[in-house]
């Protein structure tokens, strides 16, 4: 049994962009509840998060959602042995109402209180479905992350490539906009590409032979290109193939680049993570490349993709047994780097 | 019954712990920091220092802005927190009515006021009856030009507070001339007592859940949107 087996339960915070979420967490694999409030309805109406307005339900939610998490973990304040909050990264106003809520709940009963970087959650996410055999390569996808990092073991992280321009999950909702996709626009391509054939050759930026970066503005441009070029010209184009087409494009790099990185890196699993780990397209194609070279590959029930408390409490319990503690000046950092956790 | 008061609603930030009128302890910066980092510490220190625990307080006092939106968003979920994990009662108060308390043997309006940019102020109406500051006119976003016309129409003198008095002093002047009072630079700062003990004569609220900010502003997104929805039923 190792130091990371000890039993525990943390409640997480998570307020980085637009959910206020609270959970309870046992030993870091077993989740007691999962408490989230989505602002996905308001922020519909402007097409996007907007930062004021998440900030407004955030200090709305941030009670209600911790009142029901530890409610329905039938747990008590002192049955808690940590609370961990997402410290960054994230949208600053946010990222505040969590931070200075879970510092209120660390004073008021004098508990530990351990930072989280957010993407982290997103990786032990996975902890939460199953077991995580390192060293590992975890591929992150969301909105604002498109990275590769390298596990040799519990809270180590390194990144080995990460975007150059746009986030994979940007690329999703740019593109969905210009086919006019209704916000967010990531799960509806996902879709629309279920119905399509990827009938055009968009790009695909390998970049160096060597390199695990990636850059996805190009692949944009080009989609949002072939759709203005065909409107022009008055040519009727069928979106899902345009849709299927893209996310392909999308798809092949992602998977290609995971893999070369897990068999250079002699890894024992393969953890996907992140809002996009929620897309269908990349979840087969991940799926069948591993299952032909052999490595067990992770990725988190649909529910614990998008952003939530859960992983932020997988995250923290891990944190917690190495001893990070933040102190009441605990700030929230947008910019926080992973390496430095 | 000892009531913990938060401000963090504007640049001056301020805690402070009285039991009953008494004042026990009261901490006040007037300095361009972040609240966020030095909000919580202020408070553990300050209860460590009168030797109270959490759990020892009967009542949580909050400005509730207006303000910076951040600033009142710090102070309001940690004193909305602690309210409700702890089960204590939570009292907002508006922060003008707090500043407005500086003015309290003034005889005549007491003008409270925090500069909201563009031209723009938070500001309201109060005035002292037997000892008790009264609203006379309800807290608001509005134009200084504006107001200071509006003002001059009471014909009574005015005493104008707050820490951005020096950026507004001569538009104040040339407004309202000799009914412009100017106090010492002293009682610029709200006082996080003063916030303690007004919170005594209110009611706690209702359901803490529900407490927001007073913003006395829609995010600006919001109101264009609202905007929107308007002209396309017209
Ligand atoms: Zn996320």
Not at chain 1, 233 to 254: P, T
Not at chain 1, 276 to 301: D, F, H, T, W
Not at chain 2, 2 to 12: F, G, M, R
């Amino acid at each position: 049994m190792s130091r990371f087996d000890q039993e525990t339960t943390v409640l997480g915070i998570e307020t980085s962009c637009d959910e206020t979420a609270a959970a309870v967490v046992k030993d870091g694999t077993k989740i007691l509840s999962n408490v989230v409030a989505s602002q996905i309805k308001s922020h519909k109406r402007f097409g996007g998060v907007v930062p004021e307005v998440a900030s407004r339900h955030h200090v709305e939610q941030f009670t209600l959602v911790c009142e029901k998490a530890m409610e329905d973990a039938k747990v008590d304040w002192k049955d808690l042995d940590a609370i961990a909050v997402t410290q960054g990264p994230g949208l600053v106003g946010a990222l505040l109402i969590g931070v200075n809520g879970a510092k209120a709940l660390s004073f008021a009963y004098d508990l530990p209180l351990v930072p989280v970087h957010h993407i982290t959650g997103h990786i032990y996410a996975n902890r939460l479905s199953g077991d995580m055999k390192f060293p590992l390569i975890a591929l992150i996808v969301s909105g604002g992350h498109t990275e590769l990092i390298y596990m040799k073991e519990h809270g180590s992280y390194e990144i080995i490539g990460q975007t150059r321009d746009d986030a994979a999950g940007e690329a999703f909702d740019k593109v969905a906009r210009t086919i006019g996709l209704p916000y967010p626009g990531g799960p509806e391509i996902d879709k629309l590409a279920n119905i399509g054939e990827p009938t055009i050759d968009f790009p695909r930026a390998w970049l160096e032979p060597d390199s695990y970066d990636f850059s996805f503005s190009g692949l944009k441009s080009a989609v949002i290109n072939t759709v203005h070029n065909a409107e022009q010209r008055g040519e009727e184009l069928n979106k899902a193939d345009i849709a299927a087409s893209f996310r392909e494009s999308v798809v092949d790099v992602l998977v290609t680049k995971t893999i070369k990185a897990a068999k250079n890196y002699h890894v024992k699993q393969i953890l996907v993570a992140g809002g996009v780990a929620a897309n269908q397209g990349l979840r087969e194609r991940m799926a069948s490349a591993c299952a032909k070279e052999g490595i067990p590959l992770s990725i988190p029930p649909l529910a614990l993709c998008t952003d939530n408390a859960a992983m932020i409490a997988a995250a923290g319990t891990i944190g917690y047994l190495k001893g990070h503690r933040a102190d009441m000046s605990l700030n929230g950092k947008p910019g926080l780097n992973i390496e430095d956790f | 019954m000892k009531i913990l008061a938060i401000d963090s609603s504007n640049l001056v930030m301020g805690v402070a712990v009285n039991d009953e009128e008494r004042v026990l302890g009261e901490l006040i910066t007037n300095v361009k920091k972040n609240h966020s980092i030095r909000l919580m510490p202020a408070i553990e220190q300050l209860l460590k220092d009168v030797d109270l625990n959490p759990n020892d307080l009967d009542r949580i006092a909050v400005a509730m802005g207006p303000g910076s939106y951040t600033g009142v968003r710090i102070g309001v979920t940690i004193a909305k927190t602690l309210a409700w994990t702890l089960n204590k009662d939570l009292v907002g108060i508006s922060s003008l009515e707090i500043l407005a308390q500086n003015g309290r043997h003034f005889n005549g309006y007491i003008i409270p006021f925090f500069d909201a940019r563009r031209g723009q102020v938070y500001t309201g109406i109060y005035k002292c009856e037997k000892g008790i500051v009264k609203v006379v006119e309800e807290d608001r976003l509005t134009l200084l030009d504006k107001w200071l016309e509006h003002l001059v129409q009471y014909d009574q003198p005015l005493l104008f507070l707050g820490n951005d008095l020096e950026k507004h002093r001569q538009t104040i002047k040339d407004y309202c001339g000799t009914l412009a009072v100017f106090p010492e630079t002293t009682m610029n700062n709200p006082r996080p007592s003063e916030l303690a003990n007004l919170s005594i004569g209110r009611p706690a609220v209702p359901d803490v859940h529900q407490f927001v900010p007073q913003y006395l502003q829609l995010a600006e997104a919001e109101a264009k949107w609202l905007d929107k929805q308007k002209r396309s039923y017209t």
